[in-house]
């Protein structure tokens, strides 16, 4: 099973996506500024791991994640980027 079809995903997806709700963030603004986060670090940083995809969804401010995209400029680890600890 994928990490996508994961019920712990799906609900931390849900959660992210009721919060940026609440803020007044369509969930379309949402996933397409994760996705544009996830394909640059993919590019920048190698493919996340199933922890750092779980952070990903769980970002939901458009303006972190905008943070993230200049941050991604400066950093060489997903880990770095998202200020996680070194697995």
């Keep these: 099973m994928g990490i996508e079809e ?3 995903y799906q609900e931390i997806l849900q959660k992210g996506e009721a919060r940026g709700e609440a803020r007044g963030l369509t969930r ?5 500024a994760r996705r544009l986060l996830q394909t640059l ?3 920048r940083l190698g493919v996340p791991d199933h922890h750092v995809k779980s ?3 769980g970002c939901v401010d458009v303006a972190e994640i905008e943070r993230l995209v ?4 400066r950093v060489n680890s997903w880990e770095e980027l998202l ?4 697995s």
């Design 6 to 8: 994961s019920s712990t």
């Design 28 to 32: 379309g603004a949402l996933e397409e």
């Design 41 to 43: 670090g993919t590019e």
């Design 55 to 57: 952070v990903l969804v």
């Design 70 to 73: 200049v941050k991604l400029l």
């Design 83 to 86: 200020d996680l600890p070194r």
